[in-house]
């Protein structure tokens, strides 16, 4: 057996595409927020995908959604070459946006926790003033901010992470209802 076929060293490349992903998604949010480009973490998502941001440098009314592109080929490259080989490309891409849009809501709940965890700290008088706490308050501001224009803070309560965290719940409850129906399989979990 070749090195390059074991499953110690698939599996590595498969967890170094996942870690891959979720930076590029990551950087995406943080672009998206229009966070502080020279906070310490922004600057180091942007060297660490820097041949990517270089290659995929695609943006539409200032945002760049060349990182969904990229995000989507790595994650269609590893489809079609490794789970699903054989397959149609239109699958193997329905499969891959699939992945993506998963693992988009899976950063938006961890940033919408992460920012309520941060706010009830700072509430009690803890102090975790840093680059990365501060870049995670931005994307938290700017992606609950939508929310907040639905459901304004009353009596002190605001609600709107929560309904945040509804919404996306629910649209990744309609993503995987729509995914298995497409694909004929029953879905146990949903």
């Not at 993503?175 to 694909?183: E, F």
Request: charge should be positive.
């Amino acid at each position: 057996m070749n090195f390059l076929e074991t499953p110690t060293f698939v599996a590595l490349l498969l967890n170094i595409k996942t870690i891959v992903i979720y930076l590029i998604l990551l950087l995406f949010m943080v672009e998206l927020a229009r966070a502080d480009s020279y906070n310490k973490v922004a600057r180091i998502l942007k060297i660490i995908l820097y041949p990517i941001l270089l290659i995929m440098n695609i943006h539409y009314k200032k945002f760049n959604v060349g990182l969904l592109f990229s995000a989507l080929l790595i994650e269609f490259l590893v489809q079609y070459f490794y789970y699903l080989p054989g397959i149609s490309v239109g699958l193997v891409a329905s499969v891959a946006f699939y992945k993506i849009a998963l693992a988009l809501i899976l950063v938006l709940k961890a940033v919408i926790i992460s920012g309520v965890v941060l706010s009830w700290l700072y509430m009690f008088g803890v102090s975790f003033y840093n680059s990365f706490t501060s870049i995670l308050q931005e994307v938290y501001e700017s992606t609950v901010s939508v929310f907040r224009n639905i459901i304004p803070p009353t009596g002190g309560f605001d609600l709107s992470p929560l309904v945040a965290i509804f919404i996306l719940q629910l649209s990744q409850r309609v993503l995987n209802t729509i995914y298995c129906a497409n694909l004929g399989i029953g879905c146990p979990y949903l």
